[in-house]
């Protein structure tokens, strides 16, 4: 089974930048699509993004593309959600999620589609 760690969350300023990490110890992710998720308090988990390792395929919400951006260290079995200009909406609990899609659906990622969860990081963004 799948194990996959989040990292990377933290408080910053709007403006800001921070870069959240998923790995999963011992396990290769050329097979899988990895997407990222957010959770708000109150709110729906909603998709953000997601890479496939499989044909290279990204897709992000309109709300973060081209402030967000995914990559992978096959190496590290490590998958990368780099997000710079931060604003206080996107303040929320951020999950990686990995499944054996082969490709990344042009739409938002649906959570339903994902086996395999990270616990989550917190984001916080200030004004």
């Known amino acids: 089974e799948v194990q996959l760690v989040n990292s990377g969350g933290g408080l910053v300023q709007a403006g800001g930048s921070l870069r959240l990490s998923c790995t999963a110890p011992?396990?290769?992710?050329?097979?899988?699509?990895i997407g990222w998720f957010r959770q708000a308090p109150g709110k729906e988990r909603e998709g953000v993004s997601c890479?496939?390792?499989?044909?290279?395929?990204?897709y992000y919400i309109d709300s973060v593309k081209g402030r967000f951006t995914m990559s992978g260290d096959n190496a590290k079995s490590t998958v990368y959600l780099q997000m710079n200009n931060l604003n206080p909406e996107d303040t929320a609990v951020y999950y990686c999620?990995?499944?054996?899609?082969?490709?990344?659906?042009?739409?938002?990622?649906?959570?339903?589609?994902?086996?395999?969860w990270g616990q989550g990081t917190q984001v916080t963004v200030s004004s």
């Open positions: 011992g396990f290769t992710f050329d097979d899988y699509t």
């Open positions: 999620a990995a499944e054996t899609i082969r490709w990344c659906p042009r739409r938002e990622p649906s959570r339903y589609e994902y086996n395999y």
């Open positions: 890479i496939s390792n499989v044909d290279g395929s990204t």
